[in-house]
């Protein structure tokens, strides 16, 4: 990309910009809700679109001036429908936590009881943790992961379920490599009458390309995404739900939660949904699973515990306490030879969340530049490396050395 008015005018920035670049470029990124765009998708991020204000919907607007932005929002939407097989959808939401908040707005009052994974076991924060507003204005309810197994039991969120009667219960996580039975939940909401709501921010791609089941397809009544990790486009959201609750969701996001949407991103987004129709994207998601399962077979023959002994899908979480590390100090040791993850609690943590007993990585970064089985044995022995040898400066010289060699075969996404 073509950063020249950027660095004539703000060499400060630009410089900033770019040692962003070259961080990305010289290291690992193993963090799973992170992804490369590619430059198709960043150019239509960084365009004209940026300059309009849209507030309202195609053919619907609260502004003069929106014949072009209507093409461009209609065209994510359409193509956004192809992708998932969904009936209706919204490109609006700015990211994943706003998104959810607007379902919530949309078919919940407050007080309702929701029901959603507990975040320490695997959750995300919007669904019903207590230091979120889903927490706070909202009964929130959360289930569990069997403390021997590490798996939903599904017969425990059944129990749960018929306990606490909630109006939604959520499918969905953040920090959970095994597969979700959407279908049960499904059966679950149903016995009790809630609606069935699902948050695939993670394994959108899995579920679009079949890798995965589709909520969509067992019947769930809306279902959300984020756009910026497994599909690789700009950070934003969608949500994908039965027709029915088309007209609540519009509201909910315009006027009830957000103004004007960003149609830059929703732009970049159309391109993203484009590229995730054609059929390499397919072949880009299977290799995904395959590195996860590759590096999680690298990592346990290496002596690390890892959640439920293994992964489904792009991520694993990885107990250090075999190692006599902290979650904290893993991700500081990693980080000081350019290999990127973050601290992550384990199900029935001791550790405080600051400096939990684990780390979460995936492999999403890495399949998006080009990297395969065999390079995940490496970055397995990399990580292992870096670990056992964070408090030797001239080894973990020798390891960022390495981690560097391996990056430069590998470009960004084109």
Request: proline letters at 5%.
């Amino acid at each position: 990309m073509d950063f020249s008015n950027l660095k004539k005018f703000d060499p400060e920035i630009y410089g900033y910009v770019m040692a962003e670049k070259d961080r990305e470029m010289d290291g690992l990124e193993l963090i799973p809700s992170e992804n490369l765009p590619s430059l198709a998708v960043l150019e239509a991020l960084g365009s004209y679109p940026n300059n309009k204000y849209a507030e309202g919907y195609p053919g619907k607007r609260y502004y003069g001036g929106n014949e072009f932005i209507d093409q461009i929002e209609g065209t994510a939407i359409a193509r956004a429908k192809k992708l998932f097989g969904a009936e209706y959808v919204n490109v609006q939401p700015y990211s994943g936590s706003p998104a959810n908040a607007a379902v919530y707005l949309a078919l919940l009052e407050f007080h309702d009881t929701l029901m959603g994974m507990r975040l320490d076991m695997g959750g995300h924060l919007t669904h019903g943790h207590k230091v979120s507003y889903s927490g706070k204005a909202y009964n929130a309810v959360q289930y569990t992961v069997d403390e021997k197994t590490e798996l939903i039991n599904y017969d425990e969120v059944r129990k749960l379920a018929h306990e606490a009667k909630p109006r939604m219960l959520i499918a969905g996580f953040s920090a959970y490599p095994r597969a979700l039975d959407f279908k049960q939940f499904r059966e679950i909401a149903d016995e009790v009458g809630a609606y069935a709501m699902a948050d695939i921010a993670h394994i959108s791609g899995l579920c679009a390309t079949g890798l995965h089941p589709n909520p969509l397809k067992d019947g769930f009544d809306v279902v959300t995404t984020t756009t910026h990790k497994m599909l690789r486009g700009p950070r934003g959201a969608m949500i994908m739900a039965k027709p029915e609750f088309g007209e609540k969701i519009d509201k909910a996001i315009f006027p009830g939660f957000q103004g004007g949407p960003h149609e830059h991103a929703i732009a970049a987004m159309a391109v993203c949904f484009k590229e995730a129709l054609l059929p390499d994207y397919k072949k880009y998601c299977q290799q995904i699973v395959k590195n996860a399962q590759a590096l999680a077979d690298e990592l346990m023959k290496r002596g690390y515990r890892l959640v439920t002994g293994g992964t489904d899908n792009h991520l694993m979480l990885v107990d250090l306490r075999s190692q006599n590390l902290t979650g904290l100090e893993g991700e500081k040791a990693l980080e000081a030879v350019g290999i990127y993850c973050n601290k992550n609690a384990i199900p029935f943590d001791p550790r405080k969340p600051w400096d939990p007993s684990g780390i979460r990585v995936g492999t999403p970064v890495l399949t998006t530049r080009g990297m395969k089985e065999s390079e995940m044995h490496e970055v397995g022995r990399l990580i292992d490396l870096a670990l056992k040898k964070k408090d030797q400066p001239a080894e973990q010289k020798r390891v960022a050395a390495e981690v560097k060699a391996l990056c430069g075969k590998f470009g960004y996404y084109q």
